[in-house]
């Protein structure tokens, strides 16, 4: 059953669409991550959930209820924003203690709930400080504590990792993901970086446009993506598309990902000539631009090819690998 | 090198400072000095026959501390009244799409093109329709809305600069728009609160030709019209004028001097980003 | 909180009104010392009448005339009003003041001075309790033996006394000193040469050889070396008191003050003129009081009852002894009090070569036009001859602008349908645009509008209304005459403006003065900016001086820089002379340098501001920038030029606007520094312009029509500054 679905959702400022006929369904305890380019519509789809903007069109239900009608404060979630947005003027503690505080939450059971998530994201001796006063990962945690704090059944985060530099970036969403373990919420999250999208969500719904182009696992949108945008979107280094003729399915488009193009120094049945261009070194392989009768390529290999730029090296494409898009319409055949 | 530009920028800033000080020093001489004292031909400060009698007639033998009472009520009683009214209008137009937003605050703006000194005329007929002459009212009423679009803009200018999450989060949290204004955007725009409270302070301290117009009896007096009575088209009390002049400058200079590191961001943050 | 405050200002205003009693206000203009005189008489009044409270409000004399004016055409005002006789032409003929001949019997009146009964067209306004206001020399008598009769022996007793000179070269001490800016000073010596100076119809007769010879021989009095080279009224009334000069002019007003100063002085006749053997005549007036028309017929009573006490010989007395005023009852004037007082028998001597003060409202044409040429001749700018031309051909151009009644015209028909065209359409605008308004405010945005509410009420009201009635008054004919019931009369005030030499040179002068100010506050505060940005260690002691001048309340400073100009006493000039051993220069009377001064004080007010500014914007200036241009080489004029001023560009453009609106504005500084355009109108900017020709020249509708020019400039011109530097601005647009 799901807990929170969105229908036929439409959103346009003046002439511009941002959101066209969106249908969504999550369900308890879900970690959903909607990713898009910037533009796409999804922070708006967030915050049309959150009550901070309202749908030109369309419902959203929660536990089988209509929400729009009501303020935000009265949904039952939480988020966490890009810029983390936590109140200057007000210490660590008391930041937490804000949403509690206007809740008339009795002032013990505040403490409690502080201390309580303050370890949970091991912020315990940044209690007295003001904002200014930390560093942006402490920031982070702080606005992950203040979301955490009131227990809502929704949580939503908008691009909050974008603004850590990779380290950081890499620890924090161990974090998340260790959080939505232990409190079982449902999470909706936003992000541009497909990285975070596979690695923290149940499910991926991939928005391009104003439009949902799929809604699956990690799994199932990588090894079948519903059209070459998604399969393009995802992955990487991106998916490599060839004209069909190359391997006798005129018509279509086949995407082949770069790791599963093998290479070799001399021609072997059913490989394909290619210039070498350049090549970088990953640590555990090399991804190596080339060109393949006149069309740019990447692949990844776990050695480089033995030739200098401008030179000849074969390249394999196993068909069993390849997915097969129509040439027009861009989707899976 | 690098030693010699530095005293010749703190040469320079000494020699202006001297003349930004000066005419403050030549009053607070006069203050101490007989009343026709502002005739003579010596720059110093304190000659033979030089005391603060001046400062103690004026407590006991004029009405200058009911002036200053009315006056600090006045002050006072704007400062709330117009920082007020200009948080509720800032905050709607730098939050909200209120119509006619734009057409609205260039109206604000052109409203400071006009002489004021021409309004006195309408001014004293709207309030003697409102019953409003010779009462703090009127002066209140006039004081904070003719302060209104400066301090509107200023504080517009400023809530545009405050990230719009911050009030999304608290929205979140559990404000209504009102606590959202009251519990996170004051307290965060305090720099900017100061700068505009100090505004109209200075306005109505320091106003005068509307004050004369409004304000008939003498017990309302304000200090600016008070020490306008010193001040006689053939006979002005130069030594009383001095000694409450610089009362009456003491207090702004203060506020401004310890709101200076205020007046440097405040000032100017609306503009920077706006 | 805000209840509260309502609450508790309600109560103290009700407290005020509450009061049982009769209150009567008088309106005065009475110096210091007779201040305190009328308060103890008033005191007494209200011991002998415990109901009766009576309010003394002081105001000076222009203010007092233009605050009652207000007042009285709000339907308000003072139940009495004092003040000198000229004041009562102008109130009679706007009909503010109640004739007061059905009130006091003839018997009454008989008992006094009939110089003290002021009648205008033939009814009586003004009941006067002093008779004189009456010039005279007075001669400090351990420096004068006996007062020079003549004015060739006041020369020559003159240069004895100013022959002794300090170390700067002034005299020591000056023979004669009096107020060479006010032509009420002026006016007793054309007819020492011979002809008044109106006609038996207080019409102006200026243009005369008694004029022009009255004029030279000011000019020569002054060059002849024993007055001082600038004087006005407080400076020659300190000088006196100090024993600095031997010899003043000046009003009966003063004897009291220099009794209390411990001056021994003696009264003389002004002295005769050498050249024609006649004496200066002074003009003899009365001071006194006048009923507001507006005073019910219930109070009348009251108020004739309070009159009548003042009048009385043991009020009048009362003055006599304290300020040895002439009173105007003649039982006093038969008092020992006055008889053995030696001043008082002086006076009487002197009245009788002076002449009486006209009190027609023409008079203040009169004033008006000879004011400017007695400065300008003063100060060396006119000869006598062109001065006595221009005096008084400008004041029968004024008399005339004063006296006419502009009649509607048929453009009158143009501007009322407009009117009422753009009424029609801002109603059903309103109309139409109400259930829009109040959705809104019931709508999902309602509490933004809710709290926007009272701003907006509180500007429609107190900005918007006033502005529309302010447009209105700019097509009507208000004036001196019409002053009751005034009427839209056309576009005459606009063309008048619009083909008036004079509106061009003021506006000038306006734009140059805008110009130059702005040059030296931005240059000034970006400058200063710059180099305290620099200095970190003291940075904050400096910041904290350099803002003093934007602290200290205006009307204050402007006063003290008036003082400091002065050319002989003032600060500048001393530090002028002693420190940089140049010749003092003439602040205040030449035009050129009272621009200057005006300028100078103005400078000295504005560029904290923009220094503030400027460190605001640095602030935003990334630190790398500099570093950067450090790395490529840059100068630190190219820094400056490169980074720094481009960069200040967002913050000091829209500061620049504002800062450009508010000079354009300044009455404060033009008006205090040169008193009023002084000298000879020639400092004037638009709205001490506008300002002089509303409040002391009753030209209410053309001032109107002056101040909508005065708006529509203001908004054409930063509109287009804006315009111009809006790619690189994120000012307010």
Redesign the interface.
Known sequence: MSFVEFKNIQKSFGDQKILQKIDLEISKGEFLVLVGPSGCGKSTLL?IL???ETPTEGDILVNGKSVLSK???DRD???V???Y?L???LNVFENLA??LR??QVSESEIQARVKETAEILQIQNLLERKPKALSGGQRQRVALG?ALV?KTSILLFDEPLSNLDANLRNQMRYEIKRLHQLTKSTIIYVTHDQVEATTLGDRIAVLNKGHIEQVDSAHNIYEKPANTFVASFIGLPEMNFLPGDLVGRPGASVGIRPENISISAEPRSGALEAQFDVCEYLGANYLIYAQLQGQAIRLLSPHPPKTATGGKFFVSIPLEKSIFFDKVSGHLL | MRQLK?IL??L??TL??L??????Y??LS?SFRGD?A????S?EFWTKTSSISNYFSLFTSTDFLTWMRNSLWVSA?VT??GV??????G???S?????GKKTG?LI??????????????????????LQL?N???GL???Y???S??FC??QLK?FFDTI?K??E????????????V?Y??IL??S?PALAITSLFNF?TA??E?AIA??VL?????YTL?IG????????????GLYAAA?II??VP??I???SL?KF???G???G???? | ??IL?FLS?LL??QS?MAENQVSI?I?H?????HREVLREVVQKFETEHPEYKI?????????LRS?FQ??A????G?DLIYGPSDQVGPFATMGIIRPLDDLFSKEDLDQFDPLSLVRFQDRLYMRGDMVGNHLALLYNKNLVSKPPATTDELISLGKKIAQEKTADGKPKVYGLAWHMMEPFFFVPWVAGFGEAFTNENAEPHLDSSSTRQAFQFMKDLKESGITPKECD???A???F??GKTAMIIN?D??WG?YQKAGVDFGIARIPQVSATGKWPAPLVATKGYSINVHVSPEKLPQVVLLLRYLMSEASQLEFTEKVSSLPSNLNARRSDLVQKNELLQASSDLMSVGQAMPVAPELRAIWDALRPQYQAVMGGTQTAEKAAELAQKNALEQIHVMNEIEKPTSQALIVKFIFGLLGLVLLVLVLRKLP?IWS?LMGP?R???W??????L??I???I???G??IA?SFSNLSLKTFQDWQIIGFQNYIRIATDPVFYSVLGKTILWTILNLIFHVG?GVF?GV??D??LP?KKW????????????????A???R??F?Q??G?IN??IQ?YLHLSPIQWLTRPLEAFGACLLTNI?LGF?FMM??T???L??IPKELYEAAEVDGATAWQKFRKITWPLLQ??LI??TT?GA?WTF?N?NVVWLVSNGGEPSDQTHI??SY??KA?FNLYR?SQ??AL?MI??LI??VG?FLFLKKNEPSS???T
């Not at chain 2, 003349?19 to 403050?24: E, L, Q, R, T």
């Not at chain 3, 203009?29 to 010392?33: D, E, F, K």
Request: glycine share 6%; proline share 6%.
């Open positions: 915050r959150a009550g901070l303020e935000p404060k979630l939480a988020m924003f890009q810029n947005a109140y200057p003027h804000f949403g206007l809740r203040r009131r | 530095k920028s703190l320079t800033l202006f400072s003349f930004a000080v000066f005419p403050i030549v009053v006069t026709n502002f005739q003579s031909t720059l009683a709330l009244i007020g009214f200009a948080i509720g209008a905050y709607s137009l939050r909200f799409p209120i119509r605050l604000l703006m052109t409203t400071q093109m006009f002489p004021c000194t021409m309004l006195l005329l309408p001014f004293y007929i709207v309030l003697s329709h002459i009462s703090f009212w209140l009423i006039i904070s809305a003719t209104l679009p509107i803009w200018g990230p999450e911050l999304e989060a608290a929205r979140l949290d559990g404000c209504s728009h009102f606590q204004l519990k996170v307290p965060v305090l200075m301290w320091t005068y004369a117009v008939q009896d003498p017990q309302l600016s020490l306008k009575t010193f001040q006689s088209s053939l006979a002005t009390q130069w002049a009456v400058s702004v200079v506020l401004f001097m200076s007046l440097v961001s000032l100017t943050m503009s920077v980003k706006g | 909180m805000r405050l200002l103290f205003t005020l206000q309106w203009q009475m110096m210091y010392s309010n003394l409000v002081y105001k000076e004399t222009e203010e605050a207000a007042a055409l709000g339907g308000s003072p009224y407080e400076m009334n300190a000088l008191k100090e009003g007003w003063s003050d829009l809104e945005y509490f933004a509008y709290i926007m509410l009272p701003a907006f509180s500007l009201a107190v900005v209304y006033p502005f009635y302010n008054l000034l200063l180099i305290i620099q200095t003291a400096f910041r904290l001086l350099l803002i003093i001048p934007w602290a200290v309340p205006q009307y204050i400073t006063l003290t820089w003082g400091m002065n002989e006493y600060a001393l530090v002693k000295w904290p503030i500014v460190l605001g914007g602030q935003s967002p913050v829209p500061a504002l609106i504005n009455l638009l709205v506008v300002y509303a209410y001032s109107a101040s005065i708006f203001l908004v930063s994120g000012g307010p």
